[in-house]
């Protein structure tokens, strides 16, 4: 069974830094890319980065160039975002999901809640 | 990048209803276009991806149609669990922009 389970959320104050994870079992995690997906409160799903396999390939969505790194250890099936330069528009629950074979998204953890707030 | 217009933003229906909603892209994404549904405190779930194939374990009652800017989400027969917030999201490049959602309240 696939199982992706964030970790590493919480309250941080603006301009804070925050370092999420993301374990991932049930499948050969090296096999496949990964991305990261958030939802503010009430709001809508954002997508927000995307490595490939190997980890040689990135992107990352306009809002949060610059301030957050993707990033990926197959060794220990895991993924992460390091999230720098925080802001209050940053607030959401950040989820772990993996891809499908069309760019479609099969799998995804529970989620991790940002809060960013003085 | 490409934006995903979703319309209607809400639907109220009954038990029984047939329902569509629209995905729009702003420019041509082949069919590389998915389908969630998502319901309050939960993570989304694949209903359709590639435009119009049902995820395994997703019941025939839901369909998706549609190629280039256009796209549709059919729910044939709504059951009670199928109220929720659903979504379509584009994967022909990225960012891979989902639209802004659409919630199908029971009328």
């Known amino acids: 069974e696939v199982q992706l389970v964030e970790s590493g959320g919480g309250l941080v104050q603006p301009g804070g830094s925050l370092r999420l994870s993301c374990a991932a079992s049930?499948?050969?995690?090296?096999?496949?890319?990964m991305n990261w997906v958030r939802q503010a409160p009430g709001k809508g799903l954002e997508w927000v980065s995307y490595?490939?396999?190997?980890?040689?390939?990135?992107y990352y969505a306009d809002s949060v160039k610059g301030r957050f790194t993707i990033s990926r250890d197959n060794a220990k099936n895991s993924l992460y975002l390091q999230m720098n330069s925080l802001r209050a528009e940053d607030t959401a629950v950040y989820y772990c999901?993996?891809?499908?074979?069309?760019?479609?998204?099969?799998?995804w953890g529970q989620g991790t809640l940002v809060t960013v707030s003085s | 990048d490409i934006q995903m217009t979703q319309s209607p933003s809400s639907v109220s229906a009954s038990v029984g209803d047939r329902v569509t909603i629209t995905c729009r892209a702003s420019?041509?994404?082949?069919?590389?276009l998915a389908w969630y549904q998502q319901k309050p405190g939960k993570a989304p779930k694949l209903l359709i991806y590639?435009?119009?194939s049902l995820q395994s374990g997703v019941p025939s009652r839901f369909s998706g149609s549609g190629s280039g800017t256009d796209f549709t989400l059919t729910i044939s027969s709504l059951q009670p669990e199928d109220f929720a917030t659903y979504y379509c999201?584009?994967?022909?490049?990225?960012?891979?922009?989902f639209g802004q959602g659409t919630k199908l309240e029971i009328k």
């Open positions: 490595i490939s396999s190997s980890g040689s390939t990135i």
């Open positions: 999901a993996r891809d499908g074979h069309y760019g479609d998204i099969p799998y």
């Open positions: 049930g499948f050969t995690f090296s096999s496949y890319e």
């Open positions: 999201q584009q994967a022909n490049s990225f960012p891979h922009t």
């Open positions: 420019q041509g994404i082949s069919s590389w």
């Open positions: 590639a435009a119009s």
